[in-house]
């Protein structure tokens, strides 16, 4: 069959259009590419900015750690989290199974993870090891009772985390509004002495602090949160602080308007006599476990967590005129020092009262030279008296050895086992004591009967230094030492002793330049 002219010119219009067809699909095929690029790049810019090309939900986990057994609203927190944020990974630790049983809602236990820090037989290492659970990059801590309302608050959190990114801000804190004034969170400057065993608060006049008091939540990144030395131990806001305050990291506390709420627990009487008593239990454990004797609260009153006239003292036996706590760097606990100034001062009072003379004698003079008080890291209190007014004091005189004395103030007298001299203690049970060394005069040199051969400080010197004393600051007093103080004590020490402190042993430790 022959194509006509008239075909051909048909077949040649068909292809055009067909061809112009092709051409149009392609164009708007291009434009829907460059229109869903741009887009795309769009939102991942927004999500960048949000939290590294993920959302608030991919980025974090919830931890619930601060809970109680007898009385909880965990399975209702974590209810609320849920409402909010339904991928939202929480993870509750707890020290030992919970008793009763959390009734977590079975819609959202897979969810859920509950892990247990008690080793067990039943489990394996790795499951008692909250850290295997957690691989997003931030950790929400919320207490128990929080309740969150929108979605719009963890982005917040996390959009201001990031905006510290290059300071030292590492933590917000997010204000949760309560009822109880009690309850409202606080931004507080902390101090963390560990040397002097020592935490101090005090009021922040700003919302980037050290630390927060009161019901808030808490944002943190999992790698700075699994850099602290115990990043699960209870009370968890304060144990938190006081470590990232070590780090020099700070708090931002923000405020959350009406996007979380608090309702409250423990309202029956029992089980908030109950929860203060447990919190006060576990914050014991904490400072015994982190070395602190004294926290000094922002109102100025002091907490003592050290010994006491019924405890022994917080160290033990001295080995190498070294106590333990100089190993550690560390200095006399301050409970320790505390009940040391307290027996001195009654045993100068009462050797005063009796007319006995008395002065300071090797580190204790020391101390009064340098410090006008006791050398930081000592443990007891020398004295030197005259062995012939042994008889004008009453709790010396008929000292037996082996057979201390306790008189009505609960101090203990006793003759030492050592050699010739006396001890008293502040109470039987803490040993913190005050040396008593009877001196007595030789062919004008002032000599005794016991010498601690340790000790180079200990040597017989002239009496005329105590021909007569005078008198310097020591612990709040004006006490009696040798004159001419600073010759007598380079007479025993050696030339600079004031002005060039050691430690009583420097073979076993150096003291640092820097103090």
Known sequence: MRITRCQWLLIFAICVNLIGLCYVAWTQQRLDDDDEDTETEAYGDR??????????????????????????????????????????????????????????????????????LKASLSQTYAESKPENYIHTEYLLLLPDGIRLHSPAILESMIIQLKSFRESNVRVVALKVDTVDETDQAECLSLNVDLRGWTLTYSKSQTNICDAVTGVHGILIHRDDFMSLSQPYVRPLPDSLYI?????????????????????????NPHNRWKYTNNYHVKLTELYNNFGIKQVIQPSGLTDWYGCSKESARCFGTIVDDMP??????????????????????????????????????????????????????????????????????????????????????????????????????????????????????????????????????????????????????????QVPVPNNHRQFLEYKFGEGVIENPQYPNPDKVKMSKSL
């Open 243 to 267: 470590q990232t305050t070590l780090r020099k990291w700070k708090v931002m506390l923000m405020i959350s308007s009406q996007s979380v709420s608090y309702s409250r627990l423990y309202v």
């Open 47 to 116: 999500q960048q900015f949000e939290g590294n090309e993920l959302g608030p939900q991919q980025q974090t986990t919830v931890i619930l750690r601060e809970f109680e057994y007898f009385d909880n609203g965990v399975p209702e927190t974590i209810t609320s989290v849920h409402n909010i944020f339904p991928d939202l990974p929480v993870v509750v630790i707890a020290d030992k199974n919970p008793y009763p049983p959390l009734e977590i809602p079975k819609n959202i236990v897979n969810k859920v993870t509950v892990v247990i």
């Open 324 to 477: 333990e706590y100089l190993y550690e760097q560390k200095w006399t606990p301050p409970c320790c020092m505390k009940h040391l100034k307290f027996t001195a001062l009654y045993v100068f009072k009462l050797l005063e009262s009796a007319g006995v003379r008395y002065w300071l004698e090797g580190g204790s003079l020391l101390g009064a030279a340098r410090h006008g008080d006791i050398i930081p890291w000592d443990y007891d209190v020398d004295i030197g008296i005259y062995k012939d007014d042994i008889v004008l004091c009453d709790q010396l005189k008929d000292l037996v050895e082996g057979y201390p004395v306790e008189d009505s103030s609960g101090y203990v007298w006793e003759k030492a086992r050592e050699g010739e001299f006396f001890r008293v203690q502040y109470s039987a049970s803490n040993h913190m004591h005050v040396d008593i060394f009877p001196f007595y005069e030789k062919d004008g040199i002032m000599t005794k009967d016991t010498w601690m051969k340790s000790h180079r400080q200990d040597t017989e010197f002239p009496e005329e230094y105590l021909l007569p004393m005078e008198r310097i600051q020591f612990i709040g007093m």
